[in-house]
Structures are given as structure tokens and as C-alpha cells.
């Protein structure tokens, strides 16, 4: 299923979702296209190419992929990416800490002079007439890892920052009740408050009309997006709650 998030006439930005079997994570994909240039964000794992590559081409041409940009190195972003490779000229964008991953989802051969590593601080990728940010949010996660923020929709693709596991509708109207699907996620698996203060403190420098995470719906309107901030301003991991994790216990040492 295909869900325009932004459309001007010339500058456009898609979600992909819902073609994932019922025992896997429901992942959402992204297109950003400007002109006749299109940035695929999140291509997902090997087992939706195809279905993703004909909502694509109700679009753009696939061949006219500029780029792909992954998160980070986790399968469920990029475990299609030999098939992405073999099918577009595009440029893999993902940190510098993940590109000697790319060769366990590529052929060396094909992925060898495709790879744009990403450095620490992030960059801009230029797109038609626009330029995209790729937005630095390590720990965010994953210790090498970039969000994309696109300055002409003001849209935020956060990633699995913002991710929720269960609900079932597009849009988040009821924040507090959206809670129970997406703050035990968070808890177990953003492990770091100062990454995540680091990160807000970021976001809050830009103009954000909607974050659109990886898994589940999305938060629309300043107002969503700011309650979404202050929430995760003061998230406490279970790690940081749980220091004890890191003490032999008697079920260790029996």
C-alpha cells in the first residue's frame, strides 16, 4: 500500500507499508521524489522486493533512484539490498561504521564502487532541486545511525526512534493511549537518556511537521510531534534502570 505523506506537484514523499506475512515486524518504506530524482529510504528485508518495486513504479521509474539510504545495518532495513543494487544504478548511503556489512547483503563486485559512507555528523544528499539532510542519531539504536529529514515537507523519517509495535491506525490522535504500543520498545531498546536528549535537543532546532518512523503510524502536526519530543526527552531506558544486569547472578554462577 502506497500513502502520499507530501505532494506539491513536484516535490513528493511515499510510505510503503503493508506487505510484510503476519509472523513479521510490520516495516514501512519511503520514497522521497523531486523532479525526475527519488531517495528510497529503508529499501526492508528480501522478502518484499517485488511488490515494493511495482508501488515504486506507480511513482517514479525504479531506475531513476538516485539513492538508497539504510539507518543502520539491521535486516529488516536492508536485507534486499542485492536486489536493489542489481535493479537501480543508485548509491548506497549508511554510516561509515556499516559499510564492510554491505558485501553480507551484496556481492563485493557490485557493491564496491556504489557505497557512499556516511561520516559521524551527517551530510546532505542534493535531489532536483532540493537537498535532503541525513539527520546523525547514534545510540538510536544502533551505534552508526541517520535519520532522514526533508526540509521542503518539513517530514522527519525517524527510523526506529518513534517506532511502535500493534497499532493498527495510520496517524497518532491519542498519545497517551498510543503509549502502551511504543514505550516498551523504546525502553528496552534505546539504551542511552543522553542519546536521547542529544537527539530531541537536534530535532528541536528544525521545522518538523510530522515524524514518520519505520514501524507503525506517524505523528502529525506540531503539537503531535512536540508531545512526541517531550516524552522522549524524559524516556529512561531499562538499561539505565536495571544496572544489575551487569552482576553475576546465582542462576549464573550455579
Known sequence: MKIALFDNGNHQVFKFLGFGDSDEVETNQFLIKDGDEAILYEPGGSRINSLLFSEISTVIP??????????????????????WMVST????????????????????????????PIDDEGGKLKLGQSEIVLLPAHFLHSEGNFQVYDPVSKILLSGDFGASVGADYETVQNFEEHLKFMEPFHKRYMPSSYAIKSWVSLVRTLDVEQIVPQHGPRFVQKEMVGKFLTWAEGLKPTLEENPGWYKLSDKILE
Open 89 to 116: 544504478d543508485a548509491k548506497i548511503c549508511i554510516s561509515e561504521l556499516w559499510t564492510r556489512f554491505i558485501p553480507h547483503f551484496a556481492p563485493k563486485s557490485i557493491a564496491k564502487e556504489r557505497i557512499l
Open 62 to 83: 525504479p531506475q531513476k533512484i538516485k539513492y538508497i539510504v539504510l539507518s543502520h545495518q539491521d535486516p529488516d532495513v536492508g536485507a534486499s539490498l542485492n536486489f
